[in-house]
C-alpha cells in the first residue's frame, strides 16, 4: 500500500504529532508499505530525505516551536501522481490539511484524519487569542471531520468528546504507538551521578514540551510541595519551553530549587535513560488526546500521578498502574506522590503500568491504523493518474475547490450559530434558532 501522509509538524521538531507520524510512518514500512510525507521545511531538518516532500514554511510562527507551510500545489502534486498513492492521511485539519483534502479529492483517493490535537487549548499561539477564537478552532476541526472518509482518535475520551461535538461518526480509535521493548532497556544510572543524586533518592519525574497549555505550573506547585515534606527527593524535568521559569519560580517559593534538575531536550537512548533515572512520573495537562509520553513512562515500568482529563483516563487507573485525581488540587496531588516514595508501594504499581503499555505497542498500533486504510479504501475509488486526461485531471481540481469552499461556508454558519448561542440576550428562549440577521452590536 502507497500511504501519502500530511502533517504540519515534524523532524526536527520534538512534540507528540511529530513522534506519532514518525512511529507510524516506520512501523508501515517495516510492515512493507510505501509512505510518503508531506511536511513544512525546517531548520536543521536531515539532509537526504527520499520519503519525505518539504514545503516552504514560516519559521517559529508567533515565537513558537510551530511552522507555517506554505504549499506550491504544482510542485507537490507532480510528486504526488509520481508516488500514486492508495490513500491519504493528514495529522491536522488546517493548512497541510487543506492540502491533503484538494489532493485526495483531485485523485479521487479515501482521506483519514487523525484528531491528534485539543486545538482550543492552543489559540493563545495565534495573535488575538480569546474564547472566540478557542470556539473557531473547535468548529475548524470538528467541521473537518465531515470532509473525510475516516476519524482515527487516539483514545475513547477524544472518540466520545467528537462525537459530542457533532463531528463525523467514522471514527476509529487508534493509539499512537510506543517501542514498548526499546523503552523497557534503559539504565538512569548515569544520570543520576551526572546530577548529583544518589541511587536511593526517590525522584520525580517529567518529560514534554514545557509549554504553557501543558499545566506545568500547577505540576510545579504540587511536585515543589512534595520535595519540602520529603528532603531527600528530587525532581528531574526533561524538555525545554517557556514554563520553565514558572517551574523555576515554583520550586524556589517552597525552598527545593537545588533539588529541581532540567536537562532540555533529550532524543533517543539518552532520553529512555532519563525516563530510567525516575522512580515515579508526574503529569497533570488538560490538552492531551492521548499523552504518549505516559504510555513510554510506563513501558519504563513507572507508575504515573495524573490529573483526570481526556487521553489521561484511559491509560492511568487508580490504584493499579499509579494514582488519578479527579481535579487540580496542589496539595492532593503533592499527597499522592508523598504515597508513592516508598518502593513496596511502587513496585505493584510498576507492574501495573509496564501491563498497561503492552497495549500501547506501536506495531499492533500500526496494524489497527492499517485496518481502517483498508477499509477506507474498500468503500472509495481507484486513483486517477494525471495522463488519464488534461479535462478530467481539471474537473477533479475545480472539485476539489468546490468542496473546500463548501467546508469554509458551513463553518462559518456553524460560527455564526455558536456566537448567538453564546451571546443571545436573556429574554431569547432556547428553543429558538439564531435569527437570519444577528443583531447589531
Not at 514554511?57 to 510542485?75: E, K, Y
Not at 475516516?150 to 510506543?178: F, K, M, Q, T, Y
Not at 508513592?340 to 510498576?350: F, I, K, N, Q
Not at 477506507?376 to 481540481?397: N, Q
Request: hydrophobic share 45%; proline share 5%.
Amino acid at each position: 500500500m502507497n500511504v501519502l501522509m500530511f502533517t504540519n509538524t515534524y523532524l526536527p521538531i520534538v512534540g507528540g504529532v511529530s513522534e506519532s507520524v514518525q512511529r507510524l510512518k516506520a512501523q508501515l514500512q517495516a510492515a512493507g508499505h510505501r509512505v510518503l510525507v508531506v511536511a513544512p521545511r525546517l531548520d536543521g531538518q536531515p539532509r537526504h530525505e527520499t520519503d519525505v516532500i518539504r514545503v516552504t514554511a514560516v519559521q517559529h510562527f508567533n515565537g513558537s516551536d510551530f511552522s507555517l507551510p506554505v504549499p506550491i500545489p504544482g510542485q507537490l502534486f507532480e510528486a504526488i501522481e509520481a508516488f500514486e498513492p492508495d490513500i491519504v492521511h493528514t495529522h491536522h485539519p488546517f493548512l497541510l490539511g487543506d492540502t491533503a483534502v484538494r489532493a485526495a479529492e483531485t485523485y479521487g483517493l479515501p482521506l483519514v484524519f487523525t484528531h491528534h490535537t485539543l486545538y482550543e487549548h492552543y489559540t493563545h499561539y495565534v495573535p488575538g487569542d480569546s474564547p472566540r477564537m478557542q470556539r473557531f478552532a473547535k468548529a475548524l476541526a470538528t467541521e473537518y471531520t465531515h470532509l473525510c472518509d475516516a476519524v482515527i482518535a487516539p483514545s475513547e475520551s477524544i472518540r466520545d468528546l467528537l462525537l459530542e461535538r457533532d463531528a463525523n461518526p467514522a471514527i476509529h480509535v487508534v493509539p499512537s504507538g510506543v517501542d514498548t521493548v526499546r523503552f523497557a532497556a534503559g539504565s538512569g544510572q548515569a544520570w543520576r551521578r551526572r546530577l548529583g543524586i544518589a541511587d536511593d533518592a526517590y525522584v520525580i519525574g517529567h518529560l514534554g514540551r514545557l509549554a504553557r497549555e501543558k499545566n506545568l505550573a500547577f505540576l510545579a506547585v504540587a511536585v515543589a510541595k512534595a520535595l519540602a515534606v520529603l528532603p531527600k527527593a528530587h525532581f528531574l524535568v526533561v524538555g525545554e519551553g517557556d514554563a520553565r521559569q514558572a517551574m523555576i519560580e515554583a520550586a524556589e517559593g517552597e525552598g527545593v530549587a537545588a533539588r529541581v534538575h532540567f536537562t532540555g531536550r533529550l532524543e533517543g537512548q539518552s532520553l529512555i535513560d532519563a525516563y530510567h533515572a525516575m522512580d515515579v512520573f508526574a503529569f497533570a495537562s488538560h490538552s492531551e488526546t492521548q499523552g504518549m509520553v505516559i504510555a513510554e513512562a510506563m513501558a519504563t515500568g513507572l507508575p504515573v500521578v495524573a490529573v483526570d482529563a481526556p487521553g489521561v483516563r484511559e491509560v492511568v487507573r487508580d490504584g493499579a498502574n499509579g494514582r488519578r485525581l479527579d481535579h487540580d488540587d496542589a496539595d492532593d496531588f503533592a499527597e499522592a506522590l508523598v504515597s508513592l516514595s516508598a518502593r513496596d508501594v511502587r513496585r505493584p504499581l510498576g507492574e501495573g503500568a509496564r501491563t498497561t503499555a503492552a497495549a500501547y505497542d506501536e506495531a499492533s498500533c500500526a496494524e489497527r491504523c492499517l485496518a481502517v486504510y483498508r477499509a477506507a479504501i474498500a468503500r472509495g475509488g481507484d486513483f486517477t493518474h494525471a495522463d488519464d486526461g488534461g479535462w478530467e485531471r481539471v474537473r477533479a481540481r475545480l472539485g476539489a475547490e468546490w468542496r473546500m469552499l463548501c467546508h469554509r461556508g458551513r463553518l462559518l454558519k456553524q460560527l455564526v450559530q455558536e456566537e448567538w448561542e453564546h451571546d443571545r440576550p436573556d429574554w431569547w428562549p432556547r428553543r429558538h434558532h439564531a435569527p437570519s440577521k444577528l443583531p447589531e452590536k
